[in-house]
Nanobody, 119 residues
């Protein structure tokens, strides 16, 4: 059983920067993927960036080189460095952990952290 806790959200002006952090605790598979998803009001949750336990990174097209995802502490934490933030980046950002267990695919979510990009 894994637990994810996000932090680092807040209010930032367009063009500003913000770093989100996610700490994973409990037990989870060594081969996994952690990442960030976001959900804006009235919209579906969408992938922002992921990073596997092997260090393979994937980014959504809208990131356009502005965001950087990284893992630390033996893969138990994942950060999202967000630069050049735009109003369209406003959303609740959720940390995600996925891996395969003997029972099948596992999927864990954090509680979410709010990011508001506005003047």
């Amino acid at each position: 059983q894994a637990q994810l806790v996000e932090s680092g959200g807040g209010l930032v002006q367009p063009g500003g920067s913000l770093t989100l952090a996610c700490a994973a605790s409990g037990s989870f598979g060594s081969f996994n993927t952690m990442g960030w998803y976001r959900q804006a009001p009235g919209k579906q949750r969408e992938l922002v960036a992921t990073i596997s336990s092997g260090g393979v990174k994937n980014y959504a097209d809208f990131v356009k080189g502005r965001f950087t995802i990284s893992r630390n502490n033996a893969g138990s934490t994942v950060d999202l460095q967000m630069n050049s933030l735009e109003p369209d980046d406003t959303a609740v950002y959720y940390c995600n952990l996925r891996y395969n267990s003997i029972w099948g695919p596992e999927n864990f979510w954090g509680q979410g952290t709010q990011v508001i990009v506005s003047l």
